[in-house]
């Protein structure tokens, strides 16, 4: 089994109980438990799942993932088994995963978050739900985490039909086509009913390879991960924590560019519960785990009985 989290790194999100307050991020962790075979996934505090559509996409033509400087640029385009397949045969395996699980939602209607939400909501074992909102609302063509309207109206037709799952909201990093800010929007979803943030989705970006003049994503644009978000989500989790998430008592998982351990750190002092890994289980399958034992060093040497006694902690003045 090898090694166990020391009590230090035991977090509560919203009344879950983890082991660590790591967990790999949707898109990043196969449809549920896959990298349980890779991966020892006792160490972590949760796994979030890959994002479930209504129906079942195949997603974009390849190449839909590829490395760049600092990171990498992915357009997979929700590729997902769909609804039916995830409640028959996904589903049911979700107690057996062996970490936590909370289901990562998408769906360009309201009616479709609405119906997923309430079927994950309904399974055995589900601790937390993940509305991933960086998807276009069909009627405005904004995505629904770009739309103050449209995000208040979704996050509280989900809260209307969850039982006992908590509900997390995950934005984008960068909203494009409105004046408001990512706080401005946290704030919404929070108000709404979310019980708690994701920040953040990937960046919008673009690679081009000049020799062939071809963009490098079949998709032309995608999602830009890895170290070089990091930094720019640092800032995003310390303004909505400070701006009223703290002062709210609503939990944020921070995920960008998570490959050390200080990255971890930094966002816990930022003002994040937990925090998760995309890109860098993907540079190195062992990434995760040397965070928790990073961070599990960290707690004692800053002599803290717990890691929730780091959160927000950065010194300002
Ligand atoms: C290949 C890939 C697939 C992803 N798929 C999803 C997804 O289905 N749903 C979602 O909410 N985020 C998805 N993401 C975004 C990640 O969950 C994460 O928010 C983002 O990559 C930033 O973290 P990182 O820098 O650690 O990768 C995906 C990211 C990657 C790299």
Partial sequence: MG??????????????????PVVLASGTAGVLGEMGDVMDLGVLGGIVTKSITREAREGNGFPRITWTRGGMLNAIGLANPGLD??????????GGVGTNVFGSVAGDSVNEYVEIASAMDAVEGMKIIELNVSCPNVHSGLEFGADLGALKELVSAVVGVMGNTKMFVKLSPIVVGTPHSVVDLAKVAVDAGADGLTLCNTLPAMGIDVATRRPVLS???????????????????HLVYRGFARDAGVPIVAVGGVTRWEDAAEFILAGATAVGIGAGSFADLRVAKKVVKGLDRWCLKQGVGGIGELVGGVELD
Avoid: F, K, Q
């Fill in 85 to 94: 397949v995830w409640r028959d045969e996904i589903g049911p395996r979700v």
């Fill in 219 to 237: 998709n032309v644009t995608g999602g830009m991960s890895g170290p070089a978000v990091h930094p720019i989500v640092v800032r995003l989790v």
């Fill in 3 to 20: 090694y166990r989290p020391s009590e230090r790194l035991t977090t509560d999100l919203c009344g879950v109980g983890m082991v660590s």
